[in-house]
């Protein structure tokens, strides 16, 4: 599943392509994504010019003068930049011609995917209730401290509630758990005020760092597939169980809270 990571290196993939173009034509071959694609999306943007490309959440958004398109890749979606008589395959759903002859081209295998058109985007149902971005000044430890008082579910939890804070996925919250030696299993509430500033501080570094590993596809996002993927990093402690600690040596112990895996150290995280 593309993570924040992934969706901002896709962000950066395709912007230069597609700001201060105007939109020809859209042709969506398949309207039955997570949500089915409302006609309003093709009629609103063809003959608009492209403001600028931004992000909100795994959410991208592409500004017109008179109201945004709202994109998500979902579980499996992509989106690349290609010349417009590119022929489509059987899970390109949708492609947003440029008079440039560029297309913007959505490929979404499993269909989980979504595409609305919004004239105020950030007030939309699905955005308008999203915590802030992680790496906007915005969220804190200040904030993540105050937010956390009186919740009994796990720290891990916590972090990865959109509501708390955006984008923070399994892979890495249990990396920025570790780096904070934070134990995934303690109660948010519960949590003194100093250990927020280091877990704060590890989700932006966490995060920073995988869209600086994703700097180095933007060039496959022309012509390419647009597979941003999982970016290659060492991880500290994810997906290592019975590996041991690279701090202490203790093997690394793996659990599942709310469904999800989860890796840490029992000896460092505490
Ligand atoms: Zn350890």
């Not at 979504?114 to 904030?143: A, K, M, Q, T």
């Not at 250990?195 to 060039?219: F, H, M, P, S, W």
Request: aromatic content about 8%; proline content about 5%; some cysteine.
């Amino acid at each position: 599943m593309p993570e924040l990571p992934e969706v901002e290196t896709s962000r950066r993939g395709i912007e230069p392509h597609i700001v201060d173009t105007t939109i020809a034509r859209v042709t969506v071959r398949e309207r039955r994504l997570r949500w089915p694609i409302a006609t309003d999306v093709d009629r609103k943007l063809a003959g608009q010019t492209v403001l600028s490309v931004s992000r909100r959440a795994k959410y991208i958004l592409i500004n017109t003068h008179i109201g945004s398109a709202i994109l998500h890749l979902g579980m499996s979606g992509s989106v690349s930049i290609v010349d417009h008589d590119t022929p489509a395959g059987v899970h390109d759903h949708v492609d947003i011609e440029f008079e440039s002859g560029l297309m913007l081209r959505l490929r979404d295998p499993r269909r989980f995917g979504s595409l609305h058109w919004s004239e105020d985007p950030l007030s939309h149902p699905l955005l308008v209730r999203l915590g802030p971005e992680p790496l906007s000044d915005d969220f804190d430890s200040n904030y993540l401290w105050q937010k956390s008082r009186g919740r009994k579910v796990s720290i891990k939890q916590f972090i990865m509630n959109a509501h708390v804070v955006v984008g923070v996925g399994n892979i890495y919250a249990s990396e920025s758990l570790f780096i904070a030696g934070i134990n995934p299993r303690r109660a948010a509430g519960r949590i003194a005020r100093h250990r927020y500033d280091a877990l704060v501080a590890a989700i932006k570094t966490v995060l920073a760092k995988a869209i600086a590993a994703g700097g180095t596809t933007l060039r496959d996002f022309y012509g390419g597939d647009g597979e941003a993927g999982y970016f290659q990093q060492q991880l500290e402690a994810y997906g290592r169980e019975d590996e041991p600690c690279r701090r202490c040596e203790t093997p690394i112990t793996a659990i599942v809270q709310g469904q999800r895996s989860t890796y840490y150290c029992k000896r460092c995280q505490t």
